[in-house]
């Protein structure tokens, strides 16, 4: 069975849905045919961070963004000191 992808504005309605219209979430998703968990999670997500829910299929938020920028730069300075760490043992040995 293949995931179904939702967009950006079908999740902001089926939210609003509930949130403004106060329509249970049990009733939603039987109308929507969306599981009820995740009617939870999309009204939990836009609540939390209301700029940013709902990135979209490729994008990240900042925060993600941020992270991976900052793991590239640990992977590059772990590479540069175990370059280092071999030189410093190669000419250690040539001077002996």
């Known amino acids: 069975m293949q995931r179904r992808k939702f967009s950006r504005e ?3 309605e089926a939210v609003r849905l509930i949130k403004d219209r106060g329509v249970a979430v049990a009733q939603a998703a039987r109308d929507l045919d969306v599981h009820e968990n995740v009617l939870r999670k999309w009204v939990r997500d836009l609540s939390t961070d209301p700029q940013h829910a709902f990135p979209g299929h490729g994008q990240m938020k900042p925060e993600q963004l941020e992270i991976d920028r900052l793991r590239k730069e640990v992977a590059k300075l772990k590479a540069e ?3 280092l760490k071999k030189a410093a043992a190669y000419f250690a ?3 002996t």
């Open 93 to 95: 040995r040539e001077v």
């Open 10 to 12: 079908f999740k902001l």
């Open 81 to 83: 000191r175990d370059i």
